[in-house]
Structures are given as C-alpha cells and as structure tokens.
C-alpha cells in the first residue's frame, strides 16, 4: 500500500493502518533468517551477522544469530556454533535482552556444549532468576525446555535458586 493510500483512507474517515518498517540491523537479520529458513540458503544471514559484529564486537543477538544458523544448518550444533555461543557469554556474561532465550539455546543443546560455556549459562541463569523483574521470565525459560537433558539440568537450577 502506498503511502498516498493511507491518507487517503484517514480522509474518508476510516482509521489509518500502520505500517512498520524495521531498517534496523536486527530487523534486517531476523528477516534474512526467516528467508534462510524457507530457502536453505543461510549466506546472507550470517554475512548480515558478521557485517553486525563487524561493527560492534559486543553484539550479542549477531553472535547468537551465528549459532542458531549453525545449529539449522546442520541440524545440531557444529563446534562452531559452540564457539559463537561461546563468545556471546566471553563478551557478555548477563545480558538481559538474550538471557532467556541464550539459556533456552544452550539447555537444549547441553549436550554440544564446552564445561566453560554450560558453566557461563548456568551463572547467567541464576543470576536472572534472583533478579525481581527477570524471575518470572526466567521461571518460565527453564519450564520450556526441550530436550530431555536440559530439562534435568533447569530442573537442578530450579531447586539450587530456590
């Protein structure tokens, strides 16, 4: 729809629809992955992910964007996916705008992961579930797991958070 559609539309008395549009980095990438999912063709997620790092080394949601491709790729996560998930937690230990779903991430491949990075998810973990604003959220983060696994280990952090 045009933008001269819209007006027009708030003219006649109807209410305007709005539109959104997400130029940001992060919008970018979201959608470049969506797309990767129905093609199979992740290049331009991840160059979107590197292009992200690139200018910030810092940027978590790239880095986790990184795995999370790994990891659909292969169909498991690859010792680079490791890595990247990794380096999210070396660079940035408590993240509050990822804790929950990076938590998720590495309960359901528990497996994969180093004894250092299953050690940063756990500190990150009960870090957030001692947080007022971050408990509930986190509750309910360590309540979905997936894999049979990770719901042992969110069920100890649980009990250990009390």
Known sequence: MALSEISRETASGRAPIALKFDTTEDGQARLAVNRAL???????????????????????NARLRLAYIDFREHGRLTAQGERDLAQSYDLAPYDPFAASWRVKFALDHWGDLSPATRKAAHAEALAFLQVGSQVANMRNTLSSIRSGEGQLIAALWLIEAG
């Open 38 to 60: 129905r093609t199979h063709d992740y290049s331009p997620a991840r160059a979107l992910a590197h292009s992200a790092l690139s200018l910030n080394a810092y940027n978590t």
